[in-house]
DNA sequence: TCTAACACAGACGGACCTGTCTGTTCAATA
DNA sequence: TATTGAACAGACAGGTCCGTCTGTGTTAGA
């Protein structure tokens, strides 16, 4: 079952997969650059993937766990005190991502504007990005903040719009967004008086 | 020069390009789709245009012309008595271009996002929404709000993250950014004492 | 030791893509 | 009337892509 570097063919594949499609996007990646990158054999990636569609249907499910859980949700729980704090810890880490040379850009906004919104996967693309605000609008119930649905799309939006900025190129998108977040936060907060 | 319908070919290539690239992205439109529905023969684009790239740059030369300037700008500017009213309304302006059954999505992101901000088409994306900037960024200025670039580069994200939210399925992304938008317009007031 | 499951290697078909080429038609102009 | 430029029509080459297929090797377990 396990190969050199003790993996599985198919752990290989997705990590390949992984790799690439965050890189250059799943249309420029052929199953045929994965297949050599991976040294596998192309009857194995179609052993494990009946199509290059289910493969990166996996890809998306394993960024979900990589990107939105493992670094986003998990690095921003842990970088606040409080569940306000938390929440605008997104924005670090976000920070930090931008910065990172091998900063891989959104897989699932990617995704989505490369298939179109009625395509399979620019459908699943919509339902990880719905997870994102879900997520946010948990984090935001914990903060006590009112509307915390509708928060979580205002939220969302600086999320989404400071990601295409820094690929843009503009390194300081995250504290830019980071302060109008904060203003945000400040608009939901109970205790405090409307505008 | 001019055929039927008074276009000529190359109006018609590129009145065909624009429809089709705007709608499903650049990657997903061959040039044999384009010269199908535009009547045209395969010499005659090849003629105007040496290769798809180029066919590609005169799309979004003739998308900023057409979204930034024209529908953007002159009916923001059309909407507001005030400077900043003039501002707010590119919000307005965007909440009924989501609206539209024929929402085409954002081109320059999209081109950026489908070929990466290495390649030709992205850089040239990256400039076209440079200038969308640096209209914000004058709109400011004549505002009267202080650092105008500054506050820019944070409305550009307002305006990037609603137009991926409206993708996804937000239909109240633009009030929603509209919110946000006014109070960064607040913040950068300079009769206005800061927070 | 034999067998069954898995993986490797790579040819192949059919569809698509971009860009070139040949040849024809048509309309304006000299 | 003759010519010239532009466009039409479509075959074609060279490449890529996805997915199928055949055949070989390797490993684990009965």
Redesign the interface.
């Known amino acids: 079952m396990t190969t050199r570097e003790g993996l599985t063919a198919r752990q290989r594949i997705l990590e390949t997969s992984y790799d690439l499609f965050s890189q250059?996007?799943v249309?420029?990646v052929g199953v045929d650059e994965i297949i050599a990158r991976s040294g596998v054999a192309k009857a194995t990636l179609y052993n494990h993937f009946p199509t290059k569609n289910h493969l990166v249907l996996a890809f998306l499910d394993l960024r979900e766990e990589r990107w939105t859980f493992e670094m986003v949700e998990t690095e921003a729980r842990a970088r606040g005190q409080t569940p306000e704090e938390q929440l605008l810890a997104i924005f670090d880490v976000f920070g930090e991502w931008f910065r990172r040379e091998d900063f891989d850009?959104?897989a699932f906004?990617?995704v989505?504007?490369?298939m179109?919104?009625l395509h399979p996967l620019g459908q699943a693309s919509?339902q990880h990005?719905?997870n994102i605000n879900a997520l946010v609008a948990g984090m935001a119930e914990e903060a006590g903040l009112r509307e915390p649905h509708?928060f979580a799309?205002?939220w969302?939006?600086?999320?989404?719009?400071?990601i295409?900025?820094a690929?843009?190129?503009?390194t300081?998108?995250a504290p830019?967004?980071k302060?109008?977040a904060r203003?945000?936060v400040e608009?939901h907060r109970l205790t405090d008086a409307r505008a």
């Open positions: 250059r996007g249309r420029d850009g959104p906004i990617s989505l504007l490369e179109g919104r919509i990005l719905e509708e799309l205002s969302h939006i600086l999320m989404k719009g400071s295409i900025a690929i843009e190129g503009d300081d998108a830019r967004a302060t109008m203003h945000l608009q």
